[in-house]
């Protein structure tokens, strides 16, 4: 079940450019980041900070959960772990690229941890390799990432 915070901010973004839910073509999908409390939390706080701008998502993911892939021009409402909205974002790039061909430019823009490849590379490692466990597959240096940048429309 939805929060209510996350109807909320919903029609208050969309009251700030002066449409309503019965007026508007937009749509949203609500979610949190990674798959455990901490992180999820943590990497909210980065998007609200204005360091997170991308998010990296193991692409066979998508079609295993049977999933539309996110396109340009989709909104998200960012939750923390709890399910509360935290803000809005918009799909501005999307690249789906082997594991080994994420670059360097877009593990910076991802803002997490230090912000360098090497440190990309082992974070979503580990939590690529757990989904594609979950999945009954190996990881590997070829599985595809969906690589989407986004920038923050509300608050």
């Known amino acids: 079940m939805e929060d209510a915070s996350v109807k909320k901010m919903w029609q208050d973004y ?27 939390d943590e990497l909210a706080d980065l998007v609200i900070a204005g360091i997170k701008r991308a998010t990296a998502s193991l692409y066979l993911a998508y079609e295993s959960e049977g999933e539309v892939l996110p396109t340009v021009g989709d909104h998200s409402i960012v939750t923390n772990w ?52 979950e999945l009954g597959r190996e990881p590997s240096e070829e599985m595809l990432v969906l690589c989407e940048e986004f920038v923050v429309v509300f608050p």
Not at 28 to 40: H, K, L, P, Q, R
Not at 121 to 133: G, L, N
């Open 82 to 133: 709890a399910g509360v909205a935290q803000c809005i974002i918009k799909t501005i790039k999307l690249n789906v690229v082997p594991f080994s061909d994420v670059s360097e430019a877009f593990a910076a823009t991802e803002g997490e941890g230090d912000k360098s490849l090497a440190y990309w590379r082992t974070a979503h490692w580990h939590y690529f390799s757990r989904e594609m466990k």
């Open 14 to 40: 969309l009251l700030s450019l002066g449409e309503t839910a019965e007026n508007t073509s937009k749509k949203y999908s609500a979610w949190y980041f990674c798959d455990n409390e901490e992180d999820a």
